[in-house]
């Protein structure tokens, strides 16, 4: 049983080539079957976020699912493996504890990667993907996670992607409640930095997605207003923070309309908070003049600040991971038994079924009852004991203590 996880993240590679592997929710499923159908592999589950991109599965060949991961995003694979990491076997059960549980991100014990894992999962049950041995690890996952998260202090006072993102704020204007603040996108990463943003009165708060209906949910949630993507280009110049995070595979806001809001502005600087991945806001925005940008791995930097209260946890957490790991462990050893005590209970019943038969039919012509029982139970002991008898016979000088040894643990010989 070959579990194999391989994958990038933010602390492999840099955000340039992150966002060129990334699997978008639409995509998800068949990017899934495309994988189980076109290479050596029975199960998989894809974990794709703006801090990594991660596979899940299990297979025999793992090579060849590595290079279909740059193959389907048409990279080279020379390219993307000097960035890979590769996490065979108990590796991989121990590397998906710890992202679960909060150790492997960018910020230490936040909770949102336990919700990826399960929106990994539901993708891979809906195509088809998620067999035995990968519904056992991410069942035992969330186990884990939820532990980590009871019995240690991990997540205390968290510093969130979206709390940074004020913090940010708060160091380039002397005040958040005298600026209007836009927020691109309706997800939870946008609904999150809005409930901190909003928790210092901004002067305004505008909310802009693809669905307006969306934009509106958030808009009375918060008192703000809902406005279209299309709105964009005339909105900008109005709005002094600008926090973007759509699931968009291409910018949505270039260099050009920056440029043309810088002048309606007069040039009053912006800030722009950019946690897509793939990025939302070109890159060569952030070469513009009184233009603020940060990125997601900038958020991290600064969310990464002031975590001594989190670290004494993490001893603590790993050890739970190790146990867990131990365990585990024996579970897939003992699924790696399986088909042996299988075809060892299978031969005995034969066996029993053969002398059973045997038994009836002397029965049906008449013979002595008592007879034919001892006759049954000379049979089978006989048959049962014959593959042991014979190995120990036969073996070598070198093998047979061994053998003896062992036959006297299994039979519990004196």
Request: charged share 25%; with cysteine.
């Amino acid at each position: 049983m070959q579990l194999f996880a391989f994958g990038i993240n933010h602390q492999t590679a840099p955000l340039l080539l992150r966002e060129q592997v990334v699997f978008h929710a639409e995509n998800m499923v068949q990017a899934l079957r495309d994988l189980v159908d076109r290479q050596p592999v029975k199960e998989a589950a894809i974990i794709s976020t703006c801090n990594r991109t991660e596979v899940y599965c299990h297979t025999e060949e793992p090579a060849q699912a590595m290079h279909w991961l740059a193959e389907y995003h048409k990279l080279k694979s020379q390219n993307l493996e000097p960035y890979l990491y590769q996490l065979p076997h108990d590796r991989a059960v121990k590397h998906a504890f710890r992202v679960a549980s909060g150790l492997d991100s960018m910020v230490l014990g936040e909770p949102q990667i336990l919700g990826q894992f399960k929106d990994a999962v539901r993708s891979a049950e809906q195509a088809g993907t998620l067999g035995l041995l990968l519904n056992k690890l991410f069942q035992r996952t969330f186990s884990v996670a939820k532990t980590v998260r009871s019995e240690t202090e991990i997540g205390a006072s968290t510093v969130s992607m979206a709390s940074a993102a004020v913090r940010l704020a708060e160091r380039i204007y002397p005040s958040i409640a005298e600026q209007a603040a836009l927020f691109i996108g309706a997800g939870e990463m946008i609904e999150l930095s809005a409930t901190h943003f909003g928790a210092r009165h901004p002067r305004q708060m505008t909310f802009a997605n693809r669905t307006v209906e969306r934009a509106q949910h958030l808009a009375e949630r918060f008192r703000g207003r809902a406005i279209t993507l299309n709105d964009l280009p005339s909105q900008l110049a109005v709005h002094d923070i600008i926090v973007t995070c759509t699931a968009s595979s291409l910018p949505i806001i270039g260099k050009g309309v920056i440029e043309s809001a810088l002048r309606a502005r007069k040039h009053r600087p912006f800030l722009i908070i950019d946690l897509a991945v793939p990025r939302d806001v070109e890159a060569q925005v952030g070469e513009l003049d009184d233009v603020f940008l940060y990125s997601v791995d900038d958020l991290g930097k600064i969310a990464r600040e002031g975590m001594d209260a989190r670290e004494s946890a993490v001893a603590q957490a790993e050890a739970i991971i190790e146990t867990q790991v131990g365990d585990f462990m024996q579970w897939m050893d003992r699924r790696e038994l399986v088909p042996t005590i299988r075809a060892l209970r299978d031969d005995a019943e034969r066996a029993r079924r053969r002398a059973v038969e045997h038994a009836l039919r002397q029965l049906a012509r008449g013979d002595e009852s008592q007879q034919v029982i001892e006759q049954l139970s000379h049979s089978l002991t006989n048959k049962l004991l014959h593959a042991p008898t014979h190995a120990l016979n036969h073996a070598n000088q070198d093998d047979r203590e061994q053998l003896t040894n062992t036959l006297r643990r299994l039979y519990q010989l004196k």
